[in-house]
C-alpha cells in the first residue's frame, strides 16, 4: 500500500484479503457440505433409484426385443411370415434396439457421471478443510502458497475505491471471486 495521502492507487492490506480468503472457503465449505447433503438425501439418491430402476426396464426390453427378432426367422420357416413381412418387422425390431441401445448407454453416462461428481465432491470438502486447518500452522509464505494453490484454482480481486489506510471501512470494501479445485 502506497504510503501517501494523496496516492492514488487502489489496493487492500494482505492481512485483510488473506482473512477474506480463508473466512470465504470456510463458507463455502460449511454451504458446500449443506447443499450436497440435502441434494445426496433427496434428488440425487431418488434420481438415482429412479434411472436404475430405468436402466432394468430398458435392459429387459432390450432382451424381449432381441427375443423377438429371433422368433422372426422361425416365423418365416414355418410360412406365417411372408418375406416382406419379415423384413418390416425384422427392420422395425432392428430400430427398437437401437433406440434401446442408445437409451442405456445415455443412463449409463449419467449415472457414470453423478457417481464421478459425487466422489469428487466427498473428496474436495475434506481437502478443503484440510488446507484451512494446516494454514494456521504453516511458517512460511510458500507453505501457506501451496496450501492454497492446492486447493484453489485462481481468486479474483476486484477493488474500485481507492482508499482504506485511513478508512477502516474503505478497507473492507474489495470483493473477491474463488474458484475451488474441483
Known sequence: MCAATSCHNISSQYDLVEDRILSTLRDWTENAKIEWGNLEQSKSGLQQREQRKALKRLEDELCAVEKQSNSL???????????????????????????LHNEIERL???????????????????????????????????EKNLLLSGVIEKVIYTKSESGGRWDAEKAKSFMLQLYPKL
Do not use: C, W
Open 108 to 142: 449409463h453416462t449419467s449415472l457414470d457421471s453423478t457417481d464421478a461428481t459425487e466422489g469428487m465432491i466427498k473428496s474436495v470438502i475434506p481437502r478443503v478443510e484440510r488446507a484451512i486447518e494446516l494454514y494456521n500452522t504453516a511458517q512460511t509464505a510458500e
Open 73 to 99: 426367422y422361425d416365423l418365416l420357416e414355418q410360412g406365417v411370415y411372408t418375406t416382406e413381412k419379415f423384413l418390416e418387422r425384422s427392420k422395425h425390431l432392428e430400430n427398437r434396439a437401437g433406440e
